[in-house]
C-alpha cells in the first residue's frame, strides 16, 4: 500500500468549510484522511504500491504477466496509467490496461484478473489507486470531507492447491443509477470549456442520501450471493473486508451477515474513502494486524459509481 504523508483531520475540514468533527464523524465514521501534494499524480502512489507488492511477493517487475490498474482517477485519458506504471517499475511489454468501475474496480479487476489466470497468464498485477482530491469540491461541504488519497496492489498467481485462492465471485451494474455518482464534465460528452470550469463541472457531483441507499442493498446483497456461489454459510468467513466508504454501510453488510465485529474491517476512520484504493490498503493492514492468515476466509465486497458493485470470496 501507498499512502500520501499528508494528513488532514476533521478540524482541519471545520477551517475551510461549515461542518464539524462532531458531523462528519456520526455520519460516516471518518476522523482523517491522506491527501496528495501538487506534483504527486495517481501512478506515483500506484508504483510505490506495486514496488511493496512484488517485494512482498519476492518477485521482481520482470516476473510480471500483465498489469491492470483500476481508477477513476487516471493521470491522463491516455495512455493508460498501468502503461505508466510498467513503465514506472521497469516490468517487461506485458499486457496493461485500466479498468474503471468507480470504487467497485479493485474488486472487479480481481475477477478480471482471476479469469485472465485461468486463460494461461500467471503472475499478475492488479493495483487499486486513487488522487481522489484532484476531482473533489473543496466547496461542497457535502462531499469534500470523504476522500483520500492512496494506493493498493496485489500479486495473483497460480495455485495448483484446490482448497486456496479465489472461491468464488459475483460482480452486477445498474447504469441507470449512473448520475447519482459521476463528474459531468471533462468527456467526449462535455469537454472542457470557460464555462464547464466556471460551473464546477470538473469535480465529482453525488447525491449522497440515494447513493446510501443504493450502496446499502447492493453491499448486502453482493454478500449473499458470492457464499451461495461458493456454497458457504456466513460463519465460516474469517474476515469481512468491505469498500470503506462508510461505517453505516459496513455496518448493515456485516448485520445481514450476523458477523461480529471481530470479523469485520475497518480503518475508513484514517483514510476515509479512497475508492478503489480502499479494500487492498485494508487488506495490506489487516495482514499487519495478524488479522489475515494462511487458510483465512475472507470476504471482499465493493460499490462504486457506475451504479456497480461486486464481491470476491478468497482463501489466503
Not at 141 to 150: I, K, P
Request: net charge neutral; hydrophobic share 40%.
Amino acid at each position: 500500500m501507498c499512502v500520501p504523508d499528508r494528513v488532514v483531520t476533521n478540524k482541519d475540514y471545520e477551517k475551510i468549510v461549515d461542518t464539524s468533527d462532531e458531523w462528519i464523524t456520526s455520519r460516516t465514521g471518518i476522523k482523517e484522511r491522506h491527501h496528495v501534494d501538487d506534483g504527486t499524480a495517481t501512478s506515483d502512489l500506484a508504483i510505490v504500491a506495486a514496488r511493496r507488492a512484488l517485494e512482498h511477493a519476492r518477485m521482481t517487475p520482470k516476473d510480471i504477466g500483465a498489469i491492470i490498474v483500476a481508477t477513476a482517477t487516471p493521470d491522463m485519458l491516455f495512455p493508460s496509467t498501468s502503461c505508466l506504471v510498467q513503465r514506472g517499475i521497469e516490468a517487461g511489454n506485458v499486457m496493461c490496461f485500466d479498468l474503471g468501475a468507480g470504487c467497485t474496480g479493485f474488486v472487479y479487476a480481481l475477477g478480471v484478473a482471476d479469469s485472465l489466470i485461468k486463460t494461461g497468464l500467471d503472475n499478475i498485477l492488479v493495483i487499486g489507486a486513487e488522487c481522489l482530491t484532484r476531482i473533489t469540491d473543496f466547496q461542497d461541504r457535502s462531499t469534500c470531507v470523504l476522500f483520500g488519497d492512496g494506493a493498493g496492489a496485489v500479486v495473483l498467481k497460480k495455485t495448483d492447491e484446490s482448497n486456496r485462492g479465489i472461491i468464488a465471485s459475483y460482480f452486477g451494474a445498474d447504469g441507470s443509477a449512473g448520475e447519482f455518482l459521476y463528474m459531468p464534465a471533462g468527456g467526449s460528452r462535455m469537454p472542457a470549456s470557460h464555462e464547464t470550469v466556471d460551473q464546477r463541472l470538473h469535480f465529482l457531483k453525488m447525491e449522497g442520501n440515494e447513493v446510501f441507499k443504493l450502496a446499502v442493498r447492493a453491499m448486502q446483497d453482493a454478500s449473499v450471493k458470492v457464499l451461495k456461489l461458493a456454497k458457504m454459510d456466513p460463519k465460516e468467513v474469517d474476515l469481512l473486508i468491505a469498500h470503506q466508504a462508510n461505517l453505516r454501510i459496513i455496518d448493515a453488510a456485516a448485520k445481514r451477515l450476523k458477523l461480529t465485529d471481530d470479523k469485520v474491517f475497518v480503518n475508513l476512520d484514517r483514510y476515509g474513502n479512497t475508492s478503489s484504493a480502499s479494500i487492498p490498503i485494508a487488506l495490506r493492514e489487516a495482514l499487519d494486524q495478524g488479522r489475515v492468515k494462511r487458510g483465512s476466509n475472507l470476504l471482499l465486497v465493493a460499490f462504486g459509481s457506475g451504479f456497480t458493485w461486486g464481491s470476491v470470496l478468497l482463501t489466503w
